[in-house]
């Protein structure tokens, strides 16, 4: 078996030891070499062409992103960034995911070394997700879409969305060409608290509906976007003839708290026909049984294709199952968000 070759660059002698330990007590992967600051990283990369790059985010001599750019522009690979968990942290974050990192670990922020070595599976998981990614050129980075003309639409009619490794950017791709009289859109995607506070603001500068955290008990609106807050389960529920959020801190489901499948779940309970399904990038297997649930309480479901999609975990999990309707590249998935809940709005008022 051909190991995942991996270089560690971190300003953190202690972290540097500690990737080196977790990644390497896994057979199928190694660290080849390890960097102090991107200067020295540019030449180690050269020299042994890693596989996946885990990139810390504040460095000397060259922070991350500046660094990161650079790296997709003129060399493309693999990256894994590692981030405090902070709210600073958290948009440096979204914004080297923007650029072309895959995914990211966050740095616990006390007991550095225990807490790294608790999840150490999921830093070896994530490796792997990213060493199986396709990275683009920086200046290959898609061009948002134009605006979406805005049909009339059903206010029963709703979306649920499921997204994980590649998602933010999957999401904001998604999100951005929609008008403001969309259909209420409810989100899980894989990301930890203190998180997706600032992806949610983040998306609702870029878009033309309004974005938020959910919040327990609120209302679902149409032209708003509820994002599961990364340490809670989000469910859709009832209130007489309202649709309302719920969340829940229920243990993870398939390792995830917030879980798609959970969300995907209520939906086909509360919502059946009314809602459509849509899962998006990302690895592992969660939201596959979720998307079939829906599909078979007569919700109309979507998959992104392998080719758009960065990582083609989940999806591949739902299309195996039979739980898309229909499997799409990524930019037709807005488009046909709009024409299945413009012809549900036509249907209803027949």
């Given amino acids: 078996m051909e190991k995942i070759r991996v270089l560690c660059v971190d300003d953190s002698a202690l972290i540097r ?52 750019e650079r790296l997709m522009r003129l060399r493309p690979m693999p990256v894994l960034m590692v981030s405090s968990l902070t709210q600073a942290g958290s948009e440096i974050t979204l914004r080297a ?6 995914d990211f670990i966050e740095k616990p922020s006390l007991g550095i070394r225990s807490g790294m070595l608790d999840y150490s599976e999921l830093i070896a998981e994530k490796i792997r997700a990213t060493a199986r990614s396709r ?56 990301m930890p608290g203190g998180f997706t506070l600032s992806f949610a603001e983040r998306l609702n500068r870029l878009c033309a509906v309004t974005v938020k955290e959910g919040e327990h008990g609120e209302r679902v609106l149409p032209g708003h976007v509820y994002i599961a807050p990364g340490d809670a389960h989000m469910l859709l529920a009832r209130s007489g003839a309202n649709y309302v959020i719920h969340l829940d801190q229920g243990p993870p489901v398939n390792r995830h708290r917030p879980s798609v499948d959970v969300l995907f779940r209520s ?31 007569g919700a109309h479901t979507l998959a992104q294709d392998q080719d758009t999609s960065l990582v083609f975990g989940m999806p591949r999990e739902a299309i195996a199952l039979g739980a898309a309707t229909e499997v799409l590249p990524l930019d037709q998935v807005a488009p046909r968000l709009m024409a299945l809940a413009a012809a549900s709005g036509r249907a209803q008022r027949v």
């Fill in 97 to 102: 995911l923007e650029l072309g990192a895959v």
């Fill in 17 to 68: 030891d500690l990737m080196r330990e977790i990644i390497n007590h896994h057979p199928d992967m190694e660290v080849v070499a390890v960097a102090p600051d991107p200067i020295v990283a540019r030449d180690l990369i050269k020299r042994h062409n890693p596989d996946v790059l885990t990139l810390d985010v504040e460095m000397p001599r060259m922070d991350g992103l500046d660094f990161l």
């Fill in 135 to 190: 990275p683009r050129r920086a200046n290959e980075t898609r061009i948002s879409p134009p605006k979406l003309k805005a049909p009339i639409i059903s206010s029963e009619k709703l979306v649920i969305l499921g997204a994980s490794t590649g998602g933010t950017e999957a999401i904001r791709e998604v999100l951005s060409p929609l008008p403001p009289n969309s259909p209420a859109i409810l989100i899980a995607q894989h």
């Fill in 267 to 297: 939906a086909a309970q509360h919502a059946g026909r009314n809602a459509i399904g849509v899962l998006l990038t990302g690895m592992g297997k969660d939201g596959a049984g979720g998307l079939l649930a829906m599909r078979e309480a």
